[in-house]
């Protein structure tokens, strides 16, 4: 928005510069009102030069231009205006980049009044910044036209233009500047949330935007959860065809993985490791991937292992079965229950020989490391 | 949740902060950042944050009804997901 704000504003700054030369030498309401005509195209601004020159407050174009920063503000360029000439608005030198600027009737009206009568607060337009008045009160002060003549600089700094009324250290505007940013934010969060819409002020958004976060975690690590507890009990049917199987699919199985083992006979089984997922994901869905080569009897060996998962293997060299579930973080119990009864049923069906013993070691290895998890 | 609101109906500063930094403490980098809590950055975190969240919700459920889809209705697995999923 502030894109095509910025185009549009720079289209009028052009324009704004050829009737700020006109506005040098003016100094009566004839000339005014020639370039009032001139900039009927631009309803705020030609009512900001009305307001200024004839000192009248506009009719409402606040409405209008507080509609949206992109229909009707256009950008301030120079710092200093007439209004700084008064000496009680604020000097200037700052105004937000690329931001449409609302026009600020009120502050022109009483800029160009001079008087008191412009007391009241103006109100805060969208980004608390008001419009210059690059033309107003031209016959005010002579010094305004000297003030034109530093219009056109650019610099690379913010800049904010301060609003009457309020004190012009440069800490109050940075501090200005940096609210700003943050409403914006907030309000970029406020589309992101749903719901949000319903509630104002900041406690509140903010309470709802906690809630949603705490229940897309939740939701995620219940899905991770899903997941993973069907993972291994899905290709159950695989044990049955422990040879033909694919590598990929026994990887997702460790209970076939770990049939598959037996009728070669060595029994040399990876230890398993499950670890949770990458550290950026919130919930740690444990998804449990077995890395290890059925096929070779040598120890060692990573099988091609599922993306996305992080996994050690370690190979429990001697010949000696034993399979340690080391597990490291909290996984669901019961599916992890599921898994060996599928196992045991599998060693009993297969009835290797050589697995009786490992199967003991299994068990008693299986356990405690399993005590551990469930106190974590 | 009115009971952080002052009773005055105004909200106060301490309130706010303390949301603020509930929810820093909820983003994944809240340990290593030592409370720099700059608010602006801080909400843009979340902005992303929550963005992340979605697509991983998005890739989760998807990744879940692929599997749902290619088991075999009977088999125990598609029994256990469907028992995961009444609860």
Known sequence: ?376 | MSSRRSSRGSISEEEINELISKLQSLLPNARRRSSQASTTKLLKETCNYIKSLHREVDDLSDRLSDLISTMDHNSPGAEIIRSILRS
Not at chain 1, 2 to 27: I, N, P
Not at chain 1, 253 to 270: C, D, F, K, R, T
């Open chain 1, 1 to 376: 928005m502030a894109q095509c704000g910025g185009d549009v504003s720079r289209h009028r700054k052009a324009h704004l510069e050829t009737v700020e030369s006109l506005c040098q030498g003016l100094l009566d309401d004839d000339k005014c009102r020639a370039m009032f005509g001139y900039l009927q195209e631009w309803p705020d601004l030609g009512s900001m030069c009305y307001n200024a020159s004839l000192g009248e407050p506009p009719l409402a174009p606040e409405a209008s231009n507080g509609s949206g920063g992109s229909g009707g503000g256009f950008k301030k360029r120079r710092p200093d205006a007439c209004l700084d000439t008064k000496g009680e608005s604020n000097s200037v030198c700052k105004r937000p980049r690329g931001k449409q600027q609302p026009c600020d009737p009120d502050q022109m009206a009483a800029a160009a009044a001079a008087a008191a009568v412009g007391k009241g607060k103006p109100e805060r337009a969208r980004a608390g910044a008001k419009k210059k008045a690059e033309l107003a009160l031209p016959k005010d002060s002579p010094a305004t036209s000297a003030s034109t003549v530093t219009a056109g600089q650019k610099t690379d700094y913010i800049h904010v233009r301060a609003r009457r009324g309020q004190a012009t250290d440069s800490h109050s505007l940075a501090e200005r500047v940096r609210r700003e940013r943050i409403s914006e934010r907030m309000r970029y969060l406020q589309e992101l949330v749903p719901g949000c819409n319903k509630v104002t002020g900041k406690a509140g958004m903010l309470d709802e935007i906690i809630n949603y976060v705490q229940s897309l975690q939740k939701q995620v690590e219940f899905l991770s959860m899903k997941i993973a507890a069907s993972n291994p009990v899905v290709n159950f049917d695989i044990v049955e065809d422990l040879f033909g199987r694919q590598l990929s699919q026994v990887a997702c199985n460790p209970a076939a993985l770990a049939a598959m083992a037996m009728p070669i006979g060595q029994v040399e089984l990876s230890c398993l490791q499950m670890s949770p997922l990458p550290a950026g994901s919130p919930g740690f869905g444990l998804e449990m991937f077995v890395n290890s080569n059925p096929y070779s009897p040598a120890p060692g060996g990573a099988m091609s292992v599922p993306a996305g998962a992080s996994v050690e293997s370690c190979l429990d060299v001697g010949g000696h079965k034993s399979v340690v579930f080391d597990m490291v973080c909290g996984f669901p119990a019961a599916a992890f229950l599921n898994l060996w009864v599928v196992f045991c049923t599998l060693l009993q069906v297969h009835g290797a020989a050589g697995w009786d013993i490992g199967s003991q070691s299994l068990f008693t290895g299986f356990d405690a490391p399993f005590q551990s998890v469930q106190s974590e």
